[in-house]
């Protein structure tokens, strides 16, 4: 790492520590090119391993106060991806960066061993994946998350987990004993089943039935486990057929709950995502500008499709929870109404 500015130690104990600020400082002098010590994987992204301080993350504004994140940036490329903007903070790009160049935090699980032990650790529930994803394909070979629930349950701390990662079910066992001590809840990401919206949007995650297999084993696992369909994309995944092709896949897979959310757009991800609009689909550019005058698009939309959604969760009895991801996000207030319309599509 011979690019990235090194802190000095007096004595030699093993490797170099490079933290998130060595990695924004070499980056903003020299670009991604400047971390020579990144390694270029099979995948074509290249993975930089660093040192974390802390690894519990006080949020505030929130319905949760902590949040966990073993990885920053995320192979799996969602256009949509709202963590796309926070990869500015390391000098990085909300664009092919975020997903080519992830950072791995190697000391992450013995990190936040340490702060569960602590006296004063009062044991709140613990978000983990908010930034990214905790089950992206690198977690095959690091395992970060997989000790990290394994301290977890040791410290008896509650989690709720967000992941699209199909790979969460070789964590049974842990999530088992999590279950046990303190409680622990799967959010699988899965906004549609459309093929042709998954290949557009989700370009590096698991085919969606994949990842509703991935639900019904942790169901008969006995793990609290459902689905959040978020965000659902207008144009791409709204229209009333999609969304009930959907809402009765997750019933047939047995999910305990679902959620749903309409896309919004913030900062770098909204940059990132009109920019993929305008290129891969002009024509609907002009309307996506339109509907996302604001981060959010109308209420009165999201309110329609919400209405449309919770019509079929009934239909098809899967009990509705919106996810953690979701709470918080949007206004409170404006009742919804029940659709009369079926030719719904934006
Ligand atoms: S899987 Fe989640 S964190 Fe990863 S790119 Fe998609 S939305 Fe973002």
Redesign the pocket.
């Known amino acids: 790492m011979s690019a990235v500015p090194v802190r000095p130690l007096l004595f030699d104990l093993g490797p170099p520590i490079v933290t998130t600020r060595d990695i924004a400082r070499a980056v903003k002098s020299g670009g991604t090119s400047a971390l020579t010590d990144a390694e270029r994987r099979a995948d074509d992204a290249r993975y930089q391993e660093i040192s974390c301080r802390s690894a519990l993350n006080r949020v505030e504004g929130m319905p949760f106060k902590w949040t966990l994140n073993p990885y920053r940036g995320?192979t799996?490329?969602?256009h949509y991806?709202f963590?796309r903007r926070y990869h500015v903070q390391f000098e990085m790009n909300a664009d092919d960066e975020f997903?080519s160049m992830i950072l791995v935090k190697r000391n992450f699980p013995e990190v936040l061993a340490r702060e569960l032990d602590r006296a004063s650790w009062a044991r709140e529930h613990v978000a983990f994946g908010t930034a990214?994803?905790p089950y992206?394909p690198i977690e095959g070979h690091y395992r970060l998350t997989r000790a990290s629930i394994e301290a977890l349950a040791r410290g008896r701390t509650p989690i709720s987990l967000i992941t699209?990662g199909p790979m969460v079910v070789r964590d049974r066992d842990v999530l088992e004993d999590l279950t046990r001590a303190a409680g622990c809840t799967i959010y699988m990401?899965v906004p549609t089943v459309d093929e042709d919206a998954w290949r557009l949007l989700?370009p590096g995650?698991a085919h969606p039935l994949q990842r509703l297999r991935a639900v019904r084993e942790l169901a008969d696992s006995g793990i609290d486990v459902g689905v959040l369909m978020a965000p659902v994309v207008p144009g791409f995944s709204t229209s009333r057929a999609k969304l009930e092709r959907t809402i009765k896949a997750i019933a047939d897979h047995g999910a305990r709950f679902v959620g749903c959310n309409v896309m919004y757009l913030q900062d770098g991800t909204r940059t990132h995502f009109l920019k993929f609009i305008e290129r891969e689909f002009p024509s609907m550019l002009p309307r996506f500008t339109r509907l996302y005058a604001t981060k959010y698009p109308p209420e009165s939309y999201r309110q329609e499709v919400k209405a449309i959604v919770r019509v079929l969760q009934q239909r098809y009895a899967v009990a509705r929870r919106e996810g953690r991801e979701n709470a918080g996000r949007e206004p409170a207030g404006s009742a919804a109404h029940e659709p009369e319309q079926v030719g719904f599509r934006w």
Do not use: I
């Open positions: 995320c799996h490329g969602c991806c963590a997903a990214t994803d992206q699209k990401s989700e995650t």
